[in-house]
């Protein structure tokens, strides 16, 4: 069962989240917050999965708290929910260890699958931001900058394919029919580029890959 909190200052953004999840066989919300001090010392002492992350709050923003989050001793991952699409607020959640975000019009069934895959270890980023994510990386960079030209130096060339589908959105299985591997494959090389380039997941791995221009080559 995936343990999930909701951290989210609207007391009927936190209702609908709750309706949902619990009518899902394989989650349960374990506690409500209205601000990101109380999401920090929720993980701090229950077992959590998911933390469902609003970025706007009082008293402690979800930017913050997911900084915090991410220090602390625990295997609790964030899903950040936005209304706001990706702003300076999201950007800087995925910087400070978030797994992914969604929008908060998502269907149903995409946030609880995104619940899902972040449980799991694995990144989500909200399929309409993806193209802005990349913009908002390259705009912040000067220009013919290479800030980590070192580390793709230690990329092999099938690691940098695989790094550039992965910033292009795509799963294992579908990297695995495009660059023709297996997926056991895919997933060993996932794990190398992880290692290689210090991302803590694959949304570490779209950003990286965007820093160092690897699309515009």
Sequence with gaps: MIRVVLADDQALV????????????????IGEVGNGADAVAMVRTRQVDVVLMDVRMPVMDGTEATRLISELDVDTKVLVLTTFDLDEYVF???RNGASGFMLKDALPEDLLGAVRMVAGGAAVVAPTA??????????SLPDGSTPCADR????????????????AGANNTEIG????????????H????????????R????????????LGR
């Design 190 to 201: 996932i794990g190398r580029l992880l290692s290689k380039l210090e991302a803590r997941d």
């Design 203 to 214: 949304v570490g791995l779209v950003l990286v890959a965007h820093e160092c221009g690897l």
């Design 130 to 139: 993806t193209r802005r994510l990349l913009d908002h990386v390259a705009a």
């Design 177 to 188: 029919q495009r660059l023709y591997m297996a997926e056991g494959t895919v997933k060993t």
């Design 14 to 29: 936190r209702s609908g989240l709750r309706m949902l999840i619990d009518a899902a066989d394989d989650m349960e919300v």
């Design 92 to 94: 800087a959640a995925l």
């Design 152 to 167: 793709l130096d230690a990329l092999t060339e099938r690691e940098k394919e695989v790094l550039l589908e992965v910033a």
